[in-house]
């Protein structure tokens, strides 16, 4: 094989992998360069402790978005989620800050309700949960204030 050839081979090779390190880097990352096929609509908590932007949402164990801010507004935190476009929430619909696995991980589950009216993107979710403070109900446990 000539020089030329090797060269060439050797090229393409560090070319793939380059490519392949970009699309794992974004895959990983979670980062969606073009952001078509979402909309956002927005909930508000009494309390957002330990929720990341970022952190998934999912409906029936299955990711369908991420939280994209979280901001203070007076004595409430209210969150912008991202949904896919695919997902059509009822008016009554629930979203409820819990936590994945041991670790503590936080994200958002949505409990689909059973209206005939749905929100519209830039719409709000009226019905939420805030997270449940385990190290308060610990607590309480030990100091014997749960009934």
């Known amino acids: 094989m000539s020089q030329r050839g090797i060269e060439f081979i050797v090229g393409v090779f560090v070319l793939s992998g380059i490519a392949a390190l970009g699309y794992?880097?974004?895959?990983?990352?979670?980062?969606?360069?073009?952001?078509?096929?979402?909309?956002?609509?927005?909930?508000?908590?009494?309390?957002v402790s330990g929720l990341r932007v970022g952190a998934s949402i999912?409906?029936?164990?299955?990711?369908?978005?991420?939280?994209?801010?979280?901001?203070?507004?007076?004595?409430?935190?209210?969150?912008?989620?991202?949904?896919?476009?695919?997902?059509?929430?009822?008016?009554d619909s629930i979203a409820s800050i819990r936590t994945k696995g041991i670790l503590g991980d936080k994200y958002i589950l949505l409990s689909q309700g059973g209206s005939d009216t749905l929100i519209k993107p830039g719409g709000k979710i009226r019905d939420t949960e805030p997270p449940i403070d385990i190290e308060k109900l610990i607590g309480?446990?030990?100091?014997?204030?749960?009934?």
Not at 78 to 84: H, P, T, Y
Not at 140 to 147: A, E, M, N, T, Y
């Open 24 to 47: 794992l880097s974004i895959q990983l990352g979670g980062l969606d360069l073009l952001g078509a096929g979402k909309y956002d609509i927005t909930a508000k908590f009494s309390t």
């Open 58 to 91: 999912e409906m029936s164990g299955v990711k369908i978005g991420r939280v994209q801010k979280i901001i203070l507004i007076g004595e409430d935190a209210l969150v912008s989620l991202q949904l896919d476009n695919s997902i059509k929430l009822s008016r």
């Open 140 to 147: 309480d446990f030990i100091f014997g204030k749960v009934k």
